[in-house]
């Protein structure tokens, strides 16, 4: 039988770290609004602003965003939601990726490029301290070991409490655990990007790294709100549109799958994303899982995802179908 428990009870300690996390959080990519290369269309800040309230509400307790998210406008998103909210999550956010003033965007790992981005991300948060603050891509590959001891010393300098990764392979989290350990991993997670079963997760696992996976509803599909006239009708600078998944011939075969998690979520009352969602923290490997959410009402047909749990039938019946229809 599949199960519900309490967020409050369910709380997971990240990693190495004192921070404990309810089983999702309210990942802020979306909210960072259009016009930027990896962009999702047109955001209203007044709708992003009454999701992240609602996400509060109902029990979430950390925020993922990034300063590329919008180009610096989604941790500003995120800064005025918390100034009107009595609620006080925990606020992760990402460094190394940067942009010129006609919007390009480059890549540092240099100290003092992070050193810059920091305190740029301390300003548009109105914080003092980051709860969580993370290498956002292993780029440029040369550069991460001067990356990682700069956000020790952060860490050290008490600007942030913990320091992750994002997007490491197993060889770059060595790397990076020569010069200080890991709390936390930020990698791309789903039935259909499992590629960190192999090696990553079970690495991470034996070396007590918090993992957080991004994506567990493939960007917003495997919702159930989405259709192959709704993908051709994205806006043109929603990146989506480029993405492998949201295009034939795959496409078809995710839009199959959705009806599976229609089904198994149908007797308990769940939405299609919030099975994605649970599939992914079946995982033992995985601590908590970003979910996005444009508008409260979004965030409403999600939040059941902090306490729906897959039972071991119902996961080998996702299992079964993604066996039987490879890509």
Not at 184 to 195: E, F, G, I, N, V
Not at 214 to 222: A, D, E, K, T
Request: proline share 5%; net charge negative; hydrophobic share 40%.
């Amino acid at each position: 039988m599949t199960t519900t428990t309490s967020a409050t009870e369910n709380l997971r300690t990240l990693g190495d770290s004192d921070l404990h996390l309810t089983p999702i959080g309210f990942g802020a990519w979306a909210i960072g609004g259009g016009n930027w290369e990896f962009a999702w269309g047109p955001q209203d800040d007044n709708e992003s602003i009454a999701a992240i309230h609602r996400a509060l509400d109902l029990g979430i307790n950390w925020i993922d965003t990034a300063a590329i998210y919008g180009l610096g406008h989604s941790e500003e998103v995120v800064a005025r939601a918390l100034k009107t909210s009595s609620h006080k999550p925990l606020v992760f956010t990402k460094c190394s990726m940067r942009w010129n003033d006609d919007r390009t965007i480059y890549r540092s790992l240099k100290a003092k490029s992070l050193e810059e981005e920091l305190h740029a991300s301390l300003r548009r948060l109105g914080r003092d301290t980051i709860d969580l603050y993370q290498i956002h891509w292993p780029n440029p590959e040369t550069e991460i070991e001067e990356g990682w001891a700069a956000l020790a010393k952060f860490k050290e300098q008490g600007k942030v409490r913990s320091i992750g990764v994002s997007n490491f392979n197993v060889e770059q989290m060595k790397r990076a655990q020569s010069i200080a350990p890991i709390t936390s991993l930020q990698p791309p997670y789903s039935m259909l990007r499992r590629a960190v079963e192999e090696e990553i997760l079970p690495f991470a696992k034996a070396n007590h790294i918090g993992v957080i996976n991004y994506s567990p509803m493939v960007s917003g599909l495997l919702t159930g709100k989405m259709t192959a006239d709704r993908v051709a009708a994205l806006p043109q600078d929603d990146w989506r549109r480029r993405a492998v998944e949201f295009n034939e011939p795959r496409l078809s075969r995710n839009m199959r799958l959705v009806e599976v998690l229609r089904e198994v979520g149908r007797p308990h009352h769940v939405e299609p994303g919030v099975v994605a969602v649970a599939w992914t923290l079946h995982h033992p490997g995985i601590t908590g899982a970003i979910v996005g959410g444009r508008n409260a009402q979004q965030v409403e047909g999600l939040a059941p995802a902090l306490q729906f749990r897959l039972s071991e039938e119902d996961y080998a019946r996702i299992n079964s179908f993604l066996a039987d229809n490879p890509v």
